[in-house]
C-alpha cells in the first residue's frame, strides 16, 4: 500500500509517464487488489495489462522496482532501474550490502522519484549507457552463468 500513499501524497508524480503497475507475486489476494483498485482511482497515468514481464520491460524506458527481481531482470534486459523503498516499518532492502545503492537510483521518497525520473529520461545515450553498465555488473553477480566444473568439483 506504499505505492498508493506515494501517490495519494502527490497524485501528479506519473503525469509525465506512462506507468504499467505489475502486481506483485509476494502480496497477492484481496488487499493487494485493493490496493491496486486505490492507485488506479487517483490517476489516468497508471494501467493494468497482462503482457509477460519481458514485455513490460521491452516497453519501457526504466523499471522501478522494490523487493523483486524485477529490477535486476530489467537491467540484463537493457532498462535501467530505480529502487523505490516501499516499507513503512521494517526495510526489506534487496540491495543492502550488496550494490552502490545510487547506481539504483536509490529512492526513499516522493521528491526523489519524481528526480529520479525525470534525471534517467534527460540521460544521452551514452550516459544511459554508462549508467546500465553499472547496473548491470551488478546484476551479473547475482544471475551469473552456471559454472558446471565448479558444480561437478563440488558432487565430487
Keep these: 500500500y506504499q505505492l498508493a500513499n506515494i501517490i495519494e501524497i502527490d497524485n501528479t508524480i506519473f503525469d509525465s509517464f506512462e506507468v504499467i503497475l505489475r502486481p506483485g507475486p509476494t502480496f497477492a489476494g484481496l488487499e493487494q487488489n485493493k490496493q491496486i483498485n486505490r492507485i488506479l482511482s487517483m490517476t489516468n497515468n497508471v494501467k493494468l495489462n497482462n503482457n509477460s514481464?519481458?514485455?513490460?520491460?521491452?516497453?519501457?524506458?526504466?523499471v522501478i522496482f522494490n523487493?523483486?527481481?524485477?529490477?535486476?531482470?530489467?537491467?540484463?534486459?537493457?532498462?535501467?532501474?530505480?529502487?523505490?523503498?516501499?516499507s513503512n516499518v521494517i526495510e526489506i532492502d534487496?540491495?543492502?550490502?550488496?550494490?552502490?545503492?545510487?547506481?539504483?537510483?536509490?529512492?526513499?521518497?516522493?521528491?526523489?522519484?519524481?528526480?529520479?525520473?525525470?534525471?534517467i529520461l534527460k540521460l544521452t545515450k551514452?550516459?544511459?549507457?554508462?549508467l546500465l553498465n553499472k547496473q548491470r555488473k551488478y546484476a551479473k553477480n547475482i544471475y551469473s552463468q552456471v559454472n558446471f566444473?565448479?558444480?561437478?568439483?563440488?558432487?565430487n
Excluded at 514485455?55 to 526504466?62: H, P, T, V
Excluded at 535486476?72 to 534486459?77: A, R, T
Excluded at 551514452?126 to 554508462?130: A, F, I
Excluded at 566444473?149 to 558432487?155: G, P, S
Design 53 to 62: 514481464m519481458i514485455e513490460q520491460i521491452k516497453e519501457s524506458d526504466f
Design 67 to 86: 523487493i523483486t527481481s524485477v529490477g535486476i531482470e530489467s537491467v540484463l534486459l537493457g532498462r535501467l532501474a530505480i529502487y523505490l523503498s516501499l
Design 94 to 119: 534487496s540491495l543492502d550490502g550488496k550494490a552502490d545503492k545510487d547506481i539504483f537510483f536509490n529512492t526513499n521518497n516522493t521528491n526523489d522519484l519524481k528526480i529520479n525520473m525525470s534525471t
Design 126 to 130: 551514452k550516459d544511459y549507457s554508462v
Design 149 to 155: 566444473n565448479n558444480i561437478k568439483n563440488t558432487l
